[in-house]
């Protein structure tokens, strides 16, 4: 079955420390895209990325990095200039210019 | 800037009751879509609307859209217990890359 997998479910970060979320599709998606949720918030965008090699910021990108060296593929680096990173993140796929997305089960990251 | 505003944030109703959940966004949107997370989950897509006029209706559910008055709506008929959720707009920006701007949900409980 086609979907998208991040994982882990759960990620517990110590202060100063970098941590890689994992985001992967095997839709044949071309976009891909990082959102932040806090509890009782809606979704802010983080990165995004419409083809390999290639991403753009979103609203919150500061103490973020991500690479896209391969379509199914979109890590998240949450690193520690992220002075606030405990939150829901949630990846998507989508094919660009066709209805909406495909979201991923979701990271939950904890700051211990 | 595309700026997506839902109300009313937080909705607690009675079973076998009506109500509407509005969506307003600020420019042009070539489409809206509407999205329902469970609590702890992923969100889950439940319809796009692709435009003027556009109704889409699954179950209990009706979303409708009127690009003229930047307005969607989700009407919830007769709901139940099942229904509670948190409910998501999102429009798409139509000038440069496509990104998808949330607005900030509308959190249902329907009450036996």
């Known amino acids: 079955d086609g979907g998208i997998t991040q994982s882990p479910k759960y990620l517990f970060r110590k202060e100063g420390q970098n941590v890689t979320l994992s985001c992967e599709q095997n839709?044949?998606?071309?976009?891909m895209y990082w959102y932040r949720q806090d509890p009782g918030q809606g979704l802010r965008l983080i990165y995004y990325?419409?083809?390999?090699?290639?991403?753009q910021k979103g609203d919150i990108a500061e103490g973020y990095s991500v690479s896209r060296e391969k379509k199914e593929s979109f890590p998240l680096t949450v690193t520690s200039a992220q002075k606030n990173p405990t939150a829901f993140y949630l990846c998507a796929s989508s094919i660009i210019g066709l209805y909406g997305y495909t979201f991923g089960s979701g990271t939950r990251l904890t700051v211990v | 800037e595309l700026k997506v505003e839902q109300n009313p944030l937080f909705l607690s109703m009675q079973e076998g009751k009506n109500y509407t959940i509005y969506c307003n966004y600020s420019?042009?949107?070539?489409?809206l879509y509407w999205y329902r997370q469970d609590p702890g989950k992923s969100l889950e897509s439940l319809f796009v609307l692709l435009s003027n006029g556009a109704v889409k209706q699954e179950g209990r559910l009706m979303a409708s859209l009127d690009t003229k008055a930047r307005l969607s709506t989700l009407h919830i008929t007769a709901a139940v217990h099942d229904l509670s959720a948190t409910y998501f707009c999102a429009g798409r920006t139509t000038s440069g890359t496509y990104k998808y701007i949330f607005g900030t949900g509308t959190r249902l409980k329907v009450l036996a």
């Open positions: 420019t042009t949107s070539d489409r």
């Open positions: 839709l044949n998606h071309d976009a």
């Open positions: 990325s419409q083809i390999v090699n290639d991403f």
